[in-house]
Structure formats: C-alpha cells, structure tokens
C-alpha cells in the first residue's frame, strides 16, 4: 500500500529536550516536505526536499532542522523544542516531473504527529 | 504577494442540500490549482486544474477554474455526513515551483 508514515504520532516533551519526528515514504518519489497546522494560520511549509542530499528553507524553518540522506525518508529535528512549537506536523511526499524538477503538487500527506512541548 | 482565500471559513448545511466553495487566487506565474479534503487527520488530494483542464468531476464532486477572474469552486451535490470536512484550496506556482500556497481552508460540517 503507498504511504506516508510518520511516528510518533503523538508526542509530549519538555522545552529543550531534542527530538526528531520520522517520515518515511514507498512511493520512491523524490519531492518530500514537511508542514506544520495551526488554528488560524493554516497549513505552513517548514522545510523541503526535492531529492537526496537537496534540502531548503520553507516558509517557517526557524528551530527546525533537516535531513534527506535516503530517498524515502526525511526526518524532522527540534534540536532544542520551546512551546511554540506545538502543533501538528504532517509529512508529505510527491513525485516531480521530470523536466525542471516541477513539483506536480498532488502530495501525498502522513497522518501527523501531534506535538506538546511543555 | 502570492496568496489564496477561501470563502466561506465554515458552512452548515443539512444532508442533501447542494454546496459551493470558492478559492480566489493571486499568484504570479500561475501554474496549477489543487483542492483537498481534510478530515480528522491529514488531507487527501481531490482535484488538480491546470489551463489544459479547466474542469473536473468525480461523483458528486466538480470543480471548475477561472484562469481569467482568478478563482475556483468546488462543488458537492447531494451532500452527506461523510462529507463533513475541511476542505482545503492551493496553488502551485511555476516562479518557485517547489511549494504550493494554501488558503486557510472551509470547514464544512453536513447534518443528517
């Protein structure tokens, strides 16, 4: 079955206690991003990748590392986590097309993780 | 700046009744429009419109794009509970390819 899997699903930490989420996709495709959802502020993209070892900023990166060693996975690190942080955080992947490295923008989501830091 | 706005933020409607959502949009380099359907957890893709496909349907679901007063709709007939959602607008723009632009969505809630 194509997915996106994103563990945990459900996380309560302390401020400054690192983390890291997993994401990990079976399609092979090799655009992979993640977001976080907020109450009022909609969908917002933290980092990307458009393939291995190719990351870069989205709209949100502050607090927020990266990694894209594997085509199929691409974790999500808090280094140090404050609560502003807390939110939910959805993996998604996508295929590109193969001139330009267009992403198609048909993602395919994870089913979240939900972050409390305390 | 690049932005989309969805209209209504929410909607109440009672099974069978017919809704339209509205996705307006200011993108530079326009290059696609995608629609998505968020319940409990994470969206999952609905439609894509592009300017060689202006308008699509699968069920009861439709959607058309006005590539020339910058909006689209989705349209649901004969509405049911499982459509109960929120229902999320976005773009794709061809200047910075790599991101979509995302409205803030419509909740959609469909009583029995």
């Known amino acids: 079955e194509a997915q996106v899997t994103q563990n945990p699903r459900y996380l309560i930490t302390v401020t400054g206690k690192k983390l890291t989420v997993t994401c990990s996709q079976n399609?092979?495709?090799?655009?992979m991003s993640w977001y976080r959802q907020d109450p009022g502020l909609g969908l917002r993209q933290i980092y990307y990748?458009?393939?291995?070892?190719?990351?870069d900023k989205g709209d949100v990166p502050e607090g927020y590392k990266v990694s894209r060693k594997e085509k199929r996975n691409f974790p999500l690190i808090l280094e140090s986590p404050s609560p502003n942080q807390t939110s939910l955080y959805f993996c998604a992947s996508s295929r590109t097309l193969l001139a330009g490295g267009y992403n198609t923008g048909e993602l395919f989501f994870g089913e979240g993780s939900r972050l409390t830091v305390l | 700046e690049d932005k989309v706005v969805q209209s209504p933020l929410s909607l109440v409607v009672h099974e069978g009744d017919t809704v339209t959502l509205n996705c307006s949009y200011e993108?530079?380099?326009?290059?696609?429009l995608l629609w998505y359907k968020q319940e409990k957890k994470a969206p999952t893709f609905l439609f894509m419109l592009?300017?060689s496909g202006i308008e699509k349907k699968s069920g009861r679901l439709s959607s058309i794009l006005d590539k020339k007063e910058l909006f689209s709709i989705l349209n649901i007939t004969a509405t049911q509970t499982g459509d109960s959602a929120v229902y999320l607008c976005?773009?794709?723009?061809?200047?910075?390819?790599?991101?979509?632009?995302w409205g803030l969505g419509t909740s959609l809630a469909v009583n029995p």
């Open positions: 399609m092979n495709h090799e655009y």
């Open positions: 993108v530079t380099n326009f290059r696609s």
């Open positions: 976005a773009t794709n723009n061809a200047g910075n390819n790599r991101k979509l632009i």
């Open positions: 990748s458009m393939n291995v070892e190719v990351t």
């Open positions: 592009t300017s």
